[in-house]
C-alpha cells in the first residue's frame, strides 16, 4: 500500500508542484484547498502536467478554522504543510497575514503531531532569516532569524518568521523536533501549471508586459519551484533532514540581470525589457505615488547573500540555474496568454 501524503495548499504555486512530483513518485495524495469549488481545477491540472489523479483526494481546510483537520490527517504517514497567505502589496494590518500563517502552523502541526505522523515538512522562506539585520556583509544561514521589531521587516517576513518559530516551538512541545524538517526557500520562480501567476510571476509579468521601462536597483536570491518541491519531498524521507532547517537558493539576481536573461530567451519582446537602472533617487520619488514600491526602497542596493549549502546537500545535486528557472516561469506566462 503506498503512503498518504497531506498537502496543505495544494492549489498554490509550490503546493501544486509538491502534489505532482508526490504523485509521480506513486505516493496516495490528500491535498487541501479553502474552498472545494477548486477541486476541479486542481486535479485538471495536475493531471494535465502528467500527474496520476486516481490517487489524489481533495478536501477543504482554513487555515483559520479547526473543523477537519483531525479528520485531513488520518492514515496520514507524512504532512507537507505549504499552505501559508502570500500578497504582492503590504497589507494595511500586518496580521491579515501573520494571523493565518501562524494559526495555520499550529492547526497543521498539532493534528499532525497528535495523529503521529511520522515527518512534516513545513514550508518556510528566506524571509524568516534575512530581514531586519544591521549587517549584511556575510551570508546569511540557518542560524540567523529574522529581527521581527526591525522597522524593515515587512509583514510577509513577520508572517513566515512567527509560522516557523510556532513549528518548532509545537515539535518542542510535543518532543518531537526530530519529526519535523523545515525549507527555507528564495524567491520562486520556474514554470507554472496554470493561468494563475500568483505573486511569484507578479514581477516576470510586469517586466514582460513593458510596465518597467528601468530598473529599480533591487537584487533577489532565486531557486526554482521545482527545486523547491525535490527539497520537500527528499526532506520527507531523509534522515539527515530531521530538526534541521534548509536553505534553498541558487543565487543572487538584480532586476536588470532578469530582464537580461528574459531579453535573451525572448528576443521579441526585448523592447519591452529594462537596458538600465534607475537611480535610488527617483525610485524614492515614484515611490511615494505607488504603495507596492514604497514598501521596497529600504531594500534599493541592498543584496542580501545566503548560504544554500543545506539545500544543495539535501538534494545532492546542482540547483536550476536562476535564469532558467526565470524563462521557464515567462514561457510559462507567455503559453497562459498572460503576456500581452
Not at 549584511?136 to 529574522?146: N, Q
Not at 549549502?309 to 540555474?321: E, F, K, M, W, Y
Amino acid at each position: 500500500m503506498a503512503d498518504r501524503v497531506l498537502v496543505t495548499g495544494i492549489s498554490g504555486f509550490v503546493g501544486g508542484h509538491v502534489a505532482l512530483q508526490l504523485l509521480q513518485q506513486g505516493y496516495l495524495v490528500r491535498g487541501s484547498v479553502r474552498n472545494l469549488a477548486r477541486a476541479e481545477r486542481v486535479k485538471a491540472t495536475l493531471a494535465a502536467h502528467g500527474g496520476d489523479i486516481s490517487r489524489l483526494e481533495i478536501v477543504t481546510l482554513d487555515l483559520l478554522d479547526d473543523a477537519g483537520w483531525d479528520e485531513a490527517v488520518s492514515g496520514v504517514r507524512y504532512l507537507q504543510h505549504v499552505a501559508s497567505p502570500l500578497v504582492i502589496e503590504q497589507p494595511r494590518d500586518r496580521n491579515e497575514l501573520i494571523r493565518p500563517a501562524v494559526e495555520g502552523t499550529r492547526r497543521a502541526l498539532t493534528a499532525a503531531f497528535r495523529a503521529g505522523i511520522e515527518r512534516i515538512v513545513l514550508t518556510s522562506s528566506i524571509a524568516a532569516i534575512v530581514y531586519g539585520h544591521a549587517d549584511y556583509s556575510k551570508p546569511f544561514t540557518t542560524e540567523d532569524w529574522t529581527n521581527p521589531e526591525s522597522p524593515a521587516t515587512g509583514a510577509y517576513p513577520e508572517s513566515k518568521l512567527r509560522a516557523e518559530r510556532e513549528a518548532w516551538a509545537i515539535a518542542d512541545a510535543f518532543g518531537a523536533r526530530d519529526r519535523l524538517a523545515v525549507i527555507n526557500p528564495a524567491a520562486i520562480l520556474g514554470p507554472l501549471l496554470d493561468d494563475d501567476p500568483g505573486t511569484s510571476g507578479a514581477l516576470l509579468l510586469r517586466l514582460l508586459n513593458g510596465s518597467v521601462p528601468a530598473a529599480p536597483r533591487l537584487a533577489f536570491s532565486l531557486v526554482d519551484v521545482r527545486d523547491v518541491a525535490a527539497a520537500q519531498l527528499a526532506a520527507m524521507t531523509a534522515p539527515e533532514a530531521a530538526g534541521r532547517r534548509h536553505i534553498l537558493s541558487e543565487r543572487e539576481m538584480s532586476v536588470l540581470e532578469l530582464a537580461a536573461a528574459l531579453r535573451a530567451g525572448f528576443p521579441s519582446l526585448a523592447h519591452r525589457l529594462p537596458r538600465f537602472e534607475l537611480p535610488d533617487s527617483l525610485v524614492r520619488l515614484v515611490a511615494l505615488f505607488h504603495p507596492q514600491l514604497r514598501h521596497n526602497t529600504g531594500e534599493l542596493g541592498r543584496i542580501r547573500r545566503v548560504d544554500g549549502s543545506t539545500g544543495r546537500a539535501l538534494l545532492d545535486r546542482p540547483l536550476i540555474p536562476a535564469a532558467e528557472a526565470a524563462l521557464a516561469m515567462a514561457q510559462s506566462l507567455i503559453h497562459q496568454g498572460l503576456v500581452r
